[in-house]
């Protein structure tokens, strides 16, 4: 295909895109602001930018204000689009276009430029101001919002919402019977997302929604305070049911509510604008709740893709040692196996140390690139002098295998270190895609247990000012789960890498993503940044369900943790190593058992009490009679420090399983 059909087959693929950039500015131009202002259509022509597409918006926004506005109006608005389309233009390329915030700056900045001067000129420059602003700040909103759609880039949820909200208030001077069209549109669509994404964004979109179309009727803020209302209970009503009734009947409520805030023929107009919503949102195709049930699972799926991208990341930002050795050893090893005892030690090491010196980097080249030694590598003045140069030619070369195996192996290291990482970012953007299209039902999740109460202490070791021990409480898969990392060392260090270990965990966890796969993934991903900062760190693991009392305890090199009810204590222990000292995905120490009523877990760090000193420990909580684990876990480190100096982080978490929470056969 020659660069003429290219070029062709370029421009018709285009034609669809720039078709849809002409007609969406041109309709935009009905949603007037003051009766003269159509700052939507603005936005749009900076959001479509530079080349065909920005042009098909420009002409586009001509005709809509043709037919919109008049003539006097027009021509300012038409000025405006004008110079939003050169600015564009003129700093295609440039780092400035490239940032997030240049269409919706150009977009308000060009059209105070050309509206500013005439209302500065006019005869009341404060009466013509507030408009004026506002305007702006529309304009600027309006390229934001539209910038994701207009760019070749993939439609978000959030973009096509407010293109909806925007393309509405064009309709918000239509009012057959009285009724706001736009008022209708908005309802239906704050009522839609809240059963789709939950309260807040219902009341973020009725209460955008409902401003724009005020600002297009100028009709107070009585739509906003409408359709915010009707998202809110909406939003509430539509929680945890899977019938769509009842945010319809919220929506219908609002209306009732605002008619009883504002009798009249306006109250009425809410109502019934409230129940058409409704109506509307009850007859939409079933395809348009599908996501509702898939939500939670969908941001499961990114969490998981988020902690595999932090994962990823925390390769990448570990420095890299320099762990390449200087050639130059291999000559001072063999002089210490070969040079030792020979007569002349003295005068080559010595007397003669540059001369040495020298000759062994002139002969380092030749040996690398060939992978072995010669005589005639090395200078005559050193080769004919040396009287052990065979030995020592011997001693070189088997330095020389061995530098080199050391070498291949590192080689080795970092492209598995950089596969791993590469593996970690793919699988990130696989879970990203797999969120975007996912269309199987969410689970209904089952029944709360009851409230279990946290308590945790940290004291870092005598002489530092941070602990590097690490505690995290938090609900994920719908367990309670109680996590303790203990780093390397003592201080900063320590604290950096129980706190990178801890967070990575608790987003695996959040996630979604079952424990001792988590577990696993993570261990693997310390091992290879251990390689290179030799560091790891301890994890100590609980989950709980409350409804049922199931605890797991998970455990890679941690302390032993404690049950304890009445007078009697478990003690739960384990061997495996802590994480990122084994390279193989080895699994966790699992320990599975079931809480009884009135039962303590206690976590702890080595630095409290360890497998050979913990007697004092089990014999402390088997006389403890409180119920309150904060107190607990400060009677554990007091009576810690009773018993010597803190000669290591010290760190304890406890929970307190009440007697309600177990589920009675």
Request: contains cysteine.
């Amino acid at each position: 295909m020659g660069k003429g059909s290219q070029w062709t087959e370029a421009r018709r693929r285009e034609l669809p895109l720039m078709g849809v950039r002409f007609f969406l500015a041109a309709a935009l131009c009905a949603a007037r602001i003051g009766g003269g202002e159509a700052p939507f259509a603005l936005g749009c022509v900076a959001a479509a930018g530079p080349g065909a597409g920005g042009i098909a918006a420009l002409l586009g926004c001509g005709m809509g204000l043709a037919l919109f506005l008049d003539f006097a109006s027009g021509l300012i608005q038409l000025g405006s689009a004008i110079l939003i389309a050169a600015a564009m233009t003129a700093l295609q390329g440039t780092k400035l276009s490239e940032k997030r915030g240049f269409a919706p700056a150009c977009s308000g900045g060009m059209y105070l430029a050309v509206k500013g001067i005439w209302v500065l000129q006019s005869a009341d420059p404060a009466a013509g101001l507030p408009l004026c602003l506002l305007t702006a700040a529309l304009c600027a909103l309006s390229a934001w919002g539209y910038v994701p759609l207009l760019r070749g880039r993939q439609p978000e949820e959030e973009g096509l919402r407010f293109l909806g909200l925007t393309l509405l208030a064009a309709l918000g001077a239509a009012e057959p019977a009285g009724l706001s069209l736009g008022g209708v549109g908005v309802m239906t669509l704050a009522v839609l997302t809240a059963w789709r994404q939950g309260t807040a964004k219902a009341l973020e979109t009725g209460l955008l929604g409902g401003f724009l179309l005020d600002c297009c009727a100028g009709a107070g803020l009585r739509h906003a305070a409408a359709c915010a209302l009707a998202g809110l209970l909406a939003g509430e009503a539509a929680k945890g049911r899977r019938r769509r009734l009842a945010p319809a009947l919220a929506a219908g409520l609002s209306g009732a509510i605002l008619l009883l805030l504002t009798p009249g023929a306006e109250g009425q107009a809410l109502l019934a604008e409230a129940a058409l919503g409704g109506l509307l949102f009850l007859a939409l195709p079933g395809k348009l709740f599908a996501s509702a049930l898939t939500e939670g699972m969908r941001q499961r799926l990114r969490s998981a893709a988020e902690a595999f991208r932090d994962l990823y990341e925390s390769l990448g930002r570990t420095p890299v040692r320099d762990l390449e050795e200087n050639p130059a050893i291999l000559f001072d090893r063999a002089a210490e196996k070969v040079c030792r005892d020979c007569a002349l030690c003295s005068l080559c090491w010595r007397k003669e140390y540059v001369g040495t010196f020298n000759a062994m980097n002139d002969a380092a080249p030749f040996l690398l690139e060939r992978g072995r030694a010669l005589a005639k590598d090395f200078p005559s003045y050193f080769a004919d002098r040396c009287i052990h140069l065979t030995d020592y030619l011997s001693a070189v070369n088997g330095e020389l295998s061995a530098y080199l195996l050391r070498r291949q192996c590192r080689l080795r290291l970092e492209e598995s270190r950089r596969e791993a990482r590469g593996q970690y970012a793919q699988m990130g953007e696989l879970l990203s895609a797999a969120a975007a299209d996912l269309t199987a039902e969410q689970p209904v999740s089952g029944r709360a247990g009851p409230e279990c109460r946290v308590g945790a202490v940290l004291r870092p070791k005598e002489g530092e000012k941070v602990c590097g021990d690490s505690l995290e409480s938090f609900a994920a898969q719908g367990q309670l789960c109680l996590l303790l990392s203990d780093g390397s060392g003592s201080g900063e260090s320590a604290r950096r890498e129980s706190a990178l270990t801890s967070r990575l965990l608790r987003q695996f966890l959040e996630a979604g993503i079952q424990p001792e796969a988590a577990l696993k993934t993570l261990n693997s991903a310390l091992a290879l940044r251990g390689e290179e900062t030799g560091s790891f760190a301890t994890i100590d693991l609980l989950t709980l369900r409350r409804e049922t009392g199931e605890a797991v305890f998970y455990k890679y090199g941690a302390a032993p943790s404690y049950l304890k009810r009445l007078g009697s204590v478990r003690r739960i222990t384990g061997t495996a190593l802590p994480a990122g000292l084994r390279e193989a995905p080895a699994p966790p120490d699992v320990t599975r058992l079931r809480l009884e009523g009135g039962s303590f877990a206690v976590l702890i760090s080595d630095g409290v009490a360890d497998a050979g000193s913990d007697e004092w420990l089990q014999d402390f909580l088997a006389g403890w009679s409180g119920e309150d684990p904060q107190a607990l876990a400060g009677a554990i480190l007091a009576e810690c420090r009773k018993r010597g100096v803190l000669r290591d982080d010290c760190a304890v978490q406890a929970v307190y399983f009440p007697e309600a929470g177990v589920k009675r056969a």
